[in-house]
């Protein structure tokens, strides 16, 4: 065990527990797509874990960027009053 942990432990401050770490490793790797569809029965380290979840986390942000690019620029070109235009609206309410 760490010296941190220990020390943490022997001054009772509340820190998480190493099986609420596991509990909520587990719980990311059934949310993320790459980890969740792997076909194999060995366990994955938290570690890559944690890793898959920040690459999985910046693809959804670029994912978004370019949904708000493409809608952007969807809404410049279409005619304000279309029905194209009114059903932009209406999805973004």
């Known amino acids: 065990m760490s010296s941190r942990r220990s020390r943490s432990r022997q001054s009772g401050n509340s820190?998480?527990?190493?099986?609420?770490?596991a509990d909520l490793v587990s719980k990311?790797?059934?949310l993320i797509p790459e980890i969740r569809n792997r076909r194999s029965d060995k366990q994955v380290s938290a570690s890559k874990v944690l890793q898959e979840t920040c690459n999985y986390i910046r693809s959804l942000h670029r994912e978004v960027d370019d949904l708000s690019q493409r809608l952007s620029e969807l809404l410049a070109?279409?005619?304000t009053d279309s029905d194209q235009a009114a059903i932009i609206r209406s999805l973004l309410m």
């Open 15 to 21: 820190r998480i527990t190493e099986d609420q770490i």
């Open 77 to 79: 070109s279409s005619d």
């Open 28 to 30: 990311l790797q059934q």
